[in-house]
């Protein structure tokens, strides 16, 4: 087996697609004019745990079960929902 140990740039990369998903959650959420409670109420998501997406010094990874259900709550697909190009 192969062993890897992880990139700097690998961290560096991940942390820039999180800080990306947060800033396009929160530009989801404001159209909607909710807020982070609101979507958490919607998503089925601890409040907290929206917070924490959204924070831009350490957004957490988002697990699919997340995206899905942030999807569901904005009426999308996950793949909508990264597509930061809008």
């Known amino acids: ?15 820039d697609v999180r800080v990306q998903f947060a800033k396009h959650l929160r530009k989801l959420r404001r159209q909607k004019g909710w807020t982070q409670e609101e979507l958490a109420e919607r998503a089925d998501l601890a409040y ?11 957004p957490p990874p988002a697990k699919i079960d997340t995206l ?10 996950p793949s909508k929902l990264l597509d930061f190009s809008s």
Do not use: G
Request: charged share 25%; hydrophobic share 35%; proline share 6%.
């Open 48 to 58: 907290r745990h929206v917070q924490r997406l959204e924070s831009l010094k350490t």
């Open 1 to 15: 087996m192969f062993s890897q140990s992880p990139s700097p740039y690998n961290a560096v990369v991940d942390k």
């Open 68 to 77: 899905h259900k942030l999807a569901k709550a904005f009426k999308t697909s």
